[in-house]
Each structure stands twice: as C-alpha cells, then as structure tokens.
DNA sequence: ATGACTGTAAAATACAGA
C-alpha cells in the first residue's frame, strides 16, 4: 500500500496536479492540508472518477483537510477531540480514517505565526490535545500514523540554516518537545529519503529561488506506531512535485508499505 | 535545470503562510 502526505495549499488550484500526481504514482491513500475549499465545492466527483472516496474537514477559505483513499475509508472521525478553539471555534484541521487495515490522520498543526503570539500558544494546545487523541491508537497492534503539515522541524538538521530561524516558530524547543510527546506514546518519526540533496525537505517557500537553491524545512511529517513502522518498505520526498509553474510550495511524502 | 511568491475573498487590498 502506498500512503502520502502533501500539503496542497488549495485542492482547487491544484486540482490538476492533484489527479496527474494520484494517477502517476499510484498513491492508495493521500492526507491533504490545506484545502482552502469549503466542502461543498470539494472535488469529489473528479476524484471519484480515478476511484477514490474522499473524507473532508474542510470550512472555506482556510485550512481544510482530507483524507482520499482507493482501498476503503471507514469510521471516519472529522476534528480533533478536544481540540481548542481559536478566535472563537474550531478551526478544521484534523481527520481520521481507516484506509485498507491502516487507521490514519491528516493533520494540519496550526502555524504559530509569532513566538508568543496567541496563534502560537493555540498551536501548542492543539499539540497537546492531539497527543491525547492519538494515544489508544499509538499503543495498538493496528498499523497507525499521524500524517501532515506538523509546521515544526524536528530538528535543526531539518532546516536549512538554523541561524535563519533564530527566535522564530517551528524550531523552538516547546514545539520539539510536542513531537517528543508523541513518540513517548510509541510513535516515530518516519523519515523519508530526499530523491536529491543530503536533507529530505518536504516545503520551500515561494519567494527567492528557495526551490532552487535547496533553502527548504522538513515540517510534513510521518509519525507512525510499531506495527506501521515494521510494515515500511520505503518513504520519500517527491520534490519533482515541486517543480514547474502551479506546484504547491510543499511536496508530498510517500510512504510504502508491506499491507 | 528547479527560477525571482501564491492563494482566497473578509476582492481590487488584506491576510495568511512559515
């Protein structure tokens, strides 16, 4: 079975890219963030002509998660419990399904904008309840794992110049330690092979050439549990999907497994 | 070559992204 993550930053600007990349390599299960679409414009019809059923969590213009899967999707949970809310309510960044034997989540952690900013002490809470929400699934004999846009490097290493980052969100120690959280629930960190360079960045930024010149962060992560770990074949960064015109600042991260 | 931000609508600029 093959399992992606990929932040799409708009599955309607995507759309294109989206089917051609579903189709090329032969994904069976994909978590998309950032939808940017509200549910009733999610292009269901179009994926269900390649075969795919599509659960979504998605409000409008912001955020917005889905999981699309080939091989079955069942007992789908839709939000994070207890999540916080933010500005008000609960914003949609989190689904769950079970896909072909795998129970999966597409999770879009919240950005953090400013290290003590509000945005960035809500981002630590969701991290918190998300652990909570994980934990039964972590310690079970079913192959599981926590897929998407974490918006945290896990370690310096995964950035490409820790100086640049100084001071900033996804790389502070309490953001890390999020991630600790998790893998003391028996969740660990899948780390893809980069298909070039020595790091397996999975988002560069738009603006100065970061692409090109390879300024990237690994923040789309995999945590899977033992039995999904055992069942790896091989995981990557599809940066080819990062190229060219209308290509999403993030690449998607496959993971293959013996399912 | 991989190329100098992009997407949405609270739209003709503001906001978010990380």
Redesign the pocket.
């Known amino acids: 079975m093959r399992i992606a993550t990929w932040?799409v930053?708009?599955?309607?600007?995507?759309l294109p890219r989206l089917l051609a990349w579903l189709e090329s390599s032969g994904t069976d299960v994909l978590c998309i963030?950032?939808t940017?679409?509200?549910d009733e414009?999610f292009p269901y019809a179009e994926l269900r002509e390649l075969g795919y059923e599509a659960a979504v969590n998605a409000t409008?213009?912001?955020?917005g998660v889905a999981v699309i899967s080939r091989v079955g999707l069942e007992d789908v949970v839709s939000g994070l419990p207890g999540g916080p809310d933010y500005d008000g309510g609960q914003e949609p960044r989190a689904i769950s399904a079970t896909c072909g034997g795998v129970r999966v989540w597409s999770v879009?952690v919240?950005?953090?904008?400013?290290v003590g900013h509000d945005?960035y002490a809500y981002k630590l809470r969701w991290l918190e309840a998300l652990r909570d929400a994980v934990a039964a699934d972590a310690e079970g004999e079913r192959p599981f794992a926590v897929l998407g846009?974490y918006?945290i490097?896990p370690t310096d290493d995964d950035v490409y110049d820790p100086a640049v980052f100084e001071g900033?969100?996804?790389v502070t120690p309490a953001e890390r330690a999020a991630l600790g959280a998790l893998r003391d629930l028996g969740l660990s960190d899948v780390v893809p092979r980069p298909l070039?360079y020595d790091h397996p960045y999975t988002?560069w930024?738009?603006?100065?050439?970061c692409?090109?010149?390879?300024r990237g962060?690994r923040?789309d992560l995999v945590y899977g549990n033992a039995p999904f770990v055992k069942a790896e074949q091989d995981a990557y960064v599809d940066r080819?999907e990062?190229?060219?015109?209308?290509?999403?600042?993030?690449a998607p991260v496959v993971v293959d497994l013996d399912v």
Do not use: V
């Open positions: 932040n930053n708009s599955i309607t600007a995507r963030q950032e940017k679409c509200a414009a409008g213009r912001w955020n879009y919240p950005n953090g904008r400013e945005h846009d918006n490097a900033a969100t996804h070039k988002y930024d738009y603006r100065q050439l692409f090109p010149k390879n962060m923040i080819e990062r190229k060219g015109k209308g290509a999403s600042d993030h």
